[in-house]
């Protein structure tokens, strides 16, 4: 949608999609070099910058370094502390390594059982279709070995710091109900943002489908921002 009206350039993460897939070091240092990379080639002086669940990590460094850069800051999904970090008991860091071993075990795995756990926290509300879709789009992604690198990077994540330094116009999107990015955790970095906004929204997909009340009130919340943020 937001295409239609827009530039909007998009890019394979590192070890993902058409991006390389062996040999690769996997951090927030090296995610963030990458995006500077697909912005110098893309030739794009100042741009509205969407950081979506844990890429809003990579958008939230990028934007401290390059501030001269960002028009505007959006984050959806994203947190201030990833499972593995925000945990305070052995039983929820028992959970995020159980994540973590049924990615290293089923992601390549013909049988979608293990990814559909993965799909279930991402979109509890898929219709079967989807649910398969997505199970088999995750699969041609990466690799299990990158798909567990990439998480085990997620959840380690702590970006409380990082936010405090934030200080181009933000805002922060976020669902009330996901399982994957806690609502206090996107309240937590709005508070964090100086000046941000906090936009809520009423749905359990950390991954809005098209079909709810949600998904359209997201794009009309990033049109209205783009509109607002000029050419």
Known sequence: MLARRHTLVRYD??????????????????????????????????????GISSGAAIAMTYAIRRPERIN??????????????????????????TQIKAIQVGWGQENPAFRQLYTSLWMPDATVEQARAFNELIRQSTTPANATKLMEMAFGLDLRNTATRIRCPTHVLHVRDSAVAPFEEGRMLAGLISGARFVPFE?????????EPAFLQLVQEIEALLADAGP
């Open 13 to 50: 993460g590192r070890g993902c999609g058409l991006s390389d897939r062996v040999d690769l070091q996997f951090s927030l240092d090296k995610a963030v070099e990458d995006l500077d990379a697909v912005i110098e080639a893309a030739q794009v002086r100042k741009f509205v910058l969407l």
């Open 72 to 97: 505007h800051l959006v984050l959806y999904g994203a947190y201030t502390r990833g499972r593995m970090a925000r945990s305070t008991t052995p039983e929820q860091r028992e959970d995020a390594e």
């Open 203 to 211: 749905s359990r997909n950390h991954l809005l489908l098209d079909n």
